[in-house]
């Protein structure tokens, strides 16, 4: 499978633990973003980087979110001290940006569920 | 204000018969990208048809096509002879800009079609 993929699918937790979700883009992918996806919205940005460097954080990333792509391959999403407002669907997506004449379009993984109890 | 409105929270539609889903944006930027994206109840998010602003023609692609009126910033989704497969999340977004600044996508709230047999 030569997809997004992200894991783990699910992760329960109880408030105030750390939580780690991690995203293999497609492979040569050069962009990777974050979207946080809550039950019946559609997906909200959150972050995305440019081989390893992240250029652009949403109001939604508190301190509490940190994002890495250390290499510029895969990406991790931290969550630190987990809130029962974090349950949502966390969506990985890459591209592959080459210029203004590409569509953008964003290659998505099928997310990873969290639900803080 | 929301820049991407999709005022059908769901939808029915009979096996066999077309059915168009609204979308409506707000920009003021003259260089954007129009996407729908649907999102079946596995949770991937599944890339379906582009239109970019400066296109003279509306995409088509196999059975969806994009009904674009740009004075009226509006990017309906018509989906011809639906399949019970179809029965989804439907999800418009918009990249502003020409990618270079992150290529970032604003999604709908999205519409739930329902195909009925």
């Known amino acids: 499978d030569t997809g997004v993929s992200q894991d783990p699918r699910h992760k329960i937790t109880k408030r105030g633990q750390n939580v780690t979700f991690r995203c293999d883009p497609i492979s040569e992918h050069n962009r990777l973003y974050w979207y946080r996806q809550t039950l019946g919205q559609g997906p909200e940005f959150l972050t995305y980087f440019q081989n390893e460097a992240q250029l652009e954080k949403s109001r939604l990333l508190s301190d509490r979110f940190s994002a890495e792509r250390p290499k510029g391959s895969f990406s991790t999403l931290e969550i630190q001290r987990t809130e029962q407002g974090d349950s949502a669907m966390y969506l990985c997506?890459?591209?592959?940006?080459?210029?203004?004449?590409?569509?953008?379009?964003?290659?998505f993984g099928e997310g990873s569920r969290l639900t803080v109890l | 204000a929301q820049k991407i409105t999709q005022t059908q929270p769901g939808m029915f539609v009979q096996e066999k018969e077309a059915v168009t889903l609204d979308c409506t944006y707000d920009t003021s930027d003259p260089s954007y990208g129009l996407f729908w994206y649907k999102q079946p109840s596995s949770g991937e998010m599944i890339f379906l048809i582009y239109?970019?602003?400066?296109?003279?023609q509306n995409a088509t692609e196999g059975r969806y096509s994009l009904n674009f009126q740009k004075a009226r910033k509006s990017a309906n989704l018509v989906i011809s002879a639906s399949q019970l497969g179809d029965s989804a999340m439907y999800f418009c977004?918009?990249?502003?800009?020409?990618?270079?600044?992150?290529?970032?996508?604003?999604f709908g709230g999205g519409t739930r079609l329902m195909v009925k047999p």
């Open positions: 997506a890459s591209s592959d940006w080459t210029g203004p004449r590409n569509t953008g379009e964003l290659f």
């Open positions: 239109q970019g602003s400066y296109d003279q």
């Open positions: 977004a918009m990249r502003e800009g020409r990618g270079n600044a992150g290529n970032m996508l604003t």
